[in-house]
T-cell receptor
Framework: ETGVTQSPTHLIKTRGQQVTLRCSSQ?????VSWYQQALGQGPQFIFQ???????GRGNFPPRFSGLQFPNYSSELNVNALELDDSALYLC?????????????FGQGTRLTVV | SQQGEEDPQALSIQEGENATMNCSYK?????LQWYRQNSGRGLVHLIL?????REKHSGRLRVTLDTSKKSSSLLITASRAADTASYFC???????????FGQGTRLTINP
């Protein structure tokens, strides 16, 4: 089990609503990345945060936004939810000073949009 | 688009048999990693192989890397029911801290 924790574990929202997902990174890790995993697919990179700033973004619209806090924890916000946003959202932490190392994933938040 | 593609998409074997999964990728890499995912939960890192390595072992896992063919394989020996999971290969795009995953191989170990 990694030291990355995500909350909540499950969430049901209505189309058009907004959602905030939370992630606490592993101790000593200053970089947090968020991934979206649709059913039966591999995880897709949403964005990464380092030193409280976005440090790379995947092919996701601006209604996907994030924050990183001084303690390196992070939030993922999604506005104007669409049915296709239903997925498992994964948070991963790494130590940016160590390039291309393993990522430590949380257990994910299962978001269902109805 | 996916950087890596796993093959087969699904694999079902008897307990005790060996399981082999393959991964192909598109661009130059520094390393390639394999992850396991149980029942739609978080991913667990299994093994990392660097681009200058050809083979690596960890317990019952054996990973090979052929950079000339841009491919890797994961072998699980003496499989157990607990090995039932989805397995993903992943690489970092050069110059980015962005892990790119394949679609995974769904492995089922039958008792």
């Amino acid at each position: 089990e990694t030291g990355v924790t995500q909350s909540p574990t499950h969430l049901i929202k209505t189309r058009g609503q907004q959602v905030t997902l939370r992630c606490s990174s592993q101790s000593g890790h200053n970089t947090v990345s968020w991934y979206q995993q649709a059913l039966g697919q591999g995880p897709q990179f949403i964005f990464q945060y380092y030193r409280e700033e976005e440090n790379g973004r995947g092919n996701f619209p601006p209604r996907f936004s994030g924050l990183q806090f001084p303690n390196y924890s992070s939030e993922l916000n999604v506005n104007a939810l669409e049915l296709d946003d239903s997925a498992l959202y994964l948070c991963a932490s790494t130590a940016l000073g160590h390039v291309n190392t393993e990522a430590f994933f949380g257990q994910g938040t299962r978001l269902t949009v109805v | 688009s996916q950087q890596g593609e796993e093959d087969p998409q699904a694999l079902s074997i008897q307990e005790g048999e060996n399981a082999t999964m393959n991964c192909s990728y598109k661009t130059s890499i520094n390393n390639l990693q394999w992850y396991r995912q149980n029942s739609g939960r978080g991913l667990v890192h299994l093994i990392l192989i660097r681009s200058n390595e050809r083979e690596k072992h960890s317990g019952r896992l054996r990973v090979t890397l052929d950079t000339s063919k841009k491919s890797s394989s994961l072998l699980i020996t003496a499989s157990r029911a607990a090995d039932t999971a989805s397995y993903f290969c992943a690489t970092y795009l050069q110059g980015a801290q962005k892990l790119v995953f394949g679609q995974g191989t769904r492995l089922t170990i039958n008792p």
